[in-house]
């Protein structure tokens, strides 16, 4: 019993104890507020006394007008300063868009002038495909447009409303595209015409017979004097000399070899070939051979060399062009590529 009333007393001290903090504490807190109150609410006198003899001005604050009046102060040099920061900066970036928006007015410029000669190469590609096409007799799938109006870039194709918004040279881009996609497939016919032609200069001899089109005619087709004789008479072919022997003969088409021989008194060792449409060709005088009678070779495959054998007064290629049983000039023939190259251009 005596530690149970022990223990009663003990706890009653300590509840007046607790107690007692907390009074203190609430006693210091309300005077402390109390004295901020008073210290805030003290008035003090700002007297305006003027050099003159004039009213003498009276001005009452207090310590929370003047702690309100900086708080203010600093708050609006504050905002001040955030909006001189701020305006800063957005002028920083406004300065770097109005060079990029520079830069992107003078690309676009350049994409203009760029655009509109690219019109303007397209135009004479249209009329130089347009041309190339009517030479080669190919129905062209590209249809013409007017002539130019007032020098408008657009009126080289199609005219057409551009949408608003949009700016005329995407319009001509657009054209322009549609154009060259057009002209895909006539390109594919010209092509074609060509890797016919092609194969058809390779069938007949039309190149020249000496590799690397060294050398120069030394005697033409037709009538000449006899170097032997001093008697005119008609030279059936062609000679060319390179000045020296050794230089390689090459076939001027494709063809087979129908003959490899000898002929003492006349082209000496001579080769043969038998070409389509009714083709034959002779080199005649030959150093040495590099085929086989019975043998098929291709354009510009070497046969042989320039020699001086048989009846010959030096190194040089007697070469001549069959159609049948007829001899003709091979100078026509020789010219066949070069020709159409001039009146390609």
């Known amino acids: 019993m005596v530690s149970v009333h022990e223990y009663k007393r003990f706890e009653n001290s300590l ?106 190469a397209a135009k004479g590609f249209e009329t130089a495909l347009g041309s190339t096409l009517a030479y080669l007799g190919a129905d062209s799938a590209i249809q013409k447009t007017g002539d130019a109006a007032s020098g408008d870039l657009s009126s080289f194709f199609d005219i057409n409303e551009t949408p608003a918004g949009i700016l005329p040279e995407v319009g001509d881009a657009q054209r322009l595209r549609g154009y060259l996609s057009s002209a895909v497939e006539p390109l594919k016919e010209i092509a074609t015409l060509l890797n016919s032609q092609s194969a058809l200069l390779t069938e007949i001899p039309s190149i020249w017979p000496i590799r690397g089109g060294i050398g120069h005619i030394s005697m033409f087709f037709g009538q000449n004097e006899n170097p032997f004789t001093g008697q005119y008479y ?52 030959m150093l040495s051979f590099r085929v086989k009678a019975g043998q098929r070779v291709q354009q510009g495959e070497v046969i042989g060399y320039i020699g001086n054998t048989g009846l010959s007064t030096g190194p040089h290629l007697h070469y001549e062009v069959h159609i049948g049983s007829d001899v003709v000039d091979p100078y026509k023939y020789l010219n066949i590529r070069s020709s159409i190259a001039r009146t390609g251009r």
């Open 15 to 120: 509840v007046q104890q607790v107690k007692g903090v907390f009074a203190f504490f609430i006693r210091g807190m309300a005077l402390f507020f109390k004295t901020l109150f008073r210290t805030i609410t003290r008035r003090y006198t700002v007297v305006l006394v003027p050099h003159s003899e004039k009213k003498v001005y009276n001005l009452q604050i207090s310590v929370f007008s003047i702690c309100c009046f900086f708080l203010v102060l600093t708050g609006i040099i504050g905002v001040i300063c955030w909006y001189g920061v701020s305006y800063n900066n957005t002028r920083g970036v406004l300065v770097s868009k109005d060079s990029r928006l520079k830069d992107t007015q003078a690309s676009l410029d350049q994409l203009r002038d760029e655009t509109a000669q690219l019109l303007r």
């Open 234 to 285: 008609i030279h059936k072919g062609i000679d060319m000399s390179t000045y020296r022997q050794g230089d390689p003969i090459v076939a001027t088409a494709d063809g087979q070899v129908v003959a490899v021989e000898y002929d003492q008194d006349g082209f000496g060792n001579n080769v043969i070939i038998r070409h389509k449409h009714g083709f034959y060709t002779r080199y005649g005088h």
